[in-house]
């Protein structure tokens, strides 16, 4: 029976070993990295309900924020209202060529 020195098995598991620290070490670098790229995008981590909605109940929805005499940016707007992005969009943009909102 032929089989590997005992020095040659415990030479290989300090290698794996080896690489295996290497391996985490890497893997903590990424993950603080990711962890300060969510600390930088403050609101990314909310999760904003979209209903399916018509395009005339978006404006109608929009115009009763306007008409409470609110300010506000898209972003509120849309976790306000709770339509699809696109569609807040356009309609946004009407109001405006409308001239009942303007930015501020």
Request: aromatic fraction near 0%.
């Amino acid at each position: 029976m032929i089989r590997p020195r005992r020095g040659s098995k415990l030479r290989q598991l300090e290698q794996d070993v080896g690489a295996l620290r290497s391996r985490v070490d890497s893997l903590h670098r990424d993950v603080e990295r990711l962890r300060e790229n969510a600390d930088a995008s403050p609101g990314d981590d909310q999760v904003i309900v979209v209903r399916e909605m018509s395009k005339e109940e978006v404006r109608a929805r929009v115009l009763g924020i306007f008409d409470q005499g609110v300010t506000t940016d898209i972003a509120e707007l849309h976790r306000l209202v709770g339509c699809d992005i696109g569609v807040l969009n356009e309609v946004l943009n009407e109001l405006m060529a409308e001239r009942h909102i303007e930015e501020a």
